[in-house]
């Protein structure tokens, strides 16, 4: 799912950069716009520089054109952002899944030693809130071991 997520990325990245290039390339290729006056005083403007006059380069901009690339531009970051928080968070999930089930394992392990020590220990004992030893008698320990077989049937396969 990650892959399908990053390879979907990559894809509004590469959209998004192809309609920018195209969009900065028309008014680049397009040239610049020239004008000059004639011997009579006449003001001339074309997209081709005359031979035999000097001519000033002019930058026209159309207010709408850069509206409308400004918000296609926005609408793809928008989109290519999305897509980054999407593969970020299918990522954290991933990762807590992982988490989870390394914190699960421990768990059982930890689970299967007591039911171990409970099994085969002759000394039954364990050390109470002062500190102190104390016995285990037969009803606490099978109630321990049926918790222990419960909760490995339950969470450890």
């Not at 930890?110 to 809130?129: D, G, I």
């Not at 102190?132 to 490995?152: C, N, T, Y």
């Amino acid at each position: 799912m990650a892959e399908t997520i990053c390879k979907t990325q990559h894809w509004y990245i590469c959209c998004a950069a192809i309609i920018t290039l195209v969009l900065i390339a028309g008014p680049v290729c397009a040239g610049g716009v020239y004008k000059w006056k004639d011997a009579e005083g006449k003001t001339h403007y074309s997209d081709k520089a005359p031979p035999d006059a000097k001519a000033e380069t002019i930058s026209i901009k159309s207010s709408a054109q850069d509206k409308h690339t400004a918000e296609r531009l926005n609408s793809f970051k928008k989109q290519a952002d999305d897509s980054l928080a999407k593969r970020d968070e299918a990522k954290a999930n991933a990762l807590d899944k992982k988490r989870e089930a390394q914190e699960m394992v421990a768990h059982c392990e930890k689970v299967r030693k007591q039911l171990v020590l409970l099994e085969t220990s002759t000394r039954r004992q364990r050390v109470n809130e002062k500190g102190e030893r104390e016995f285990i008698d037969e009803e606490l320990r099978q109630k321990w071991l049926a918790d222990g077989r419960a909760e490995v049937a339950k969470h450890c396969k």
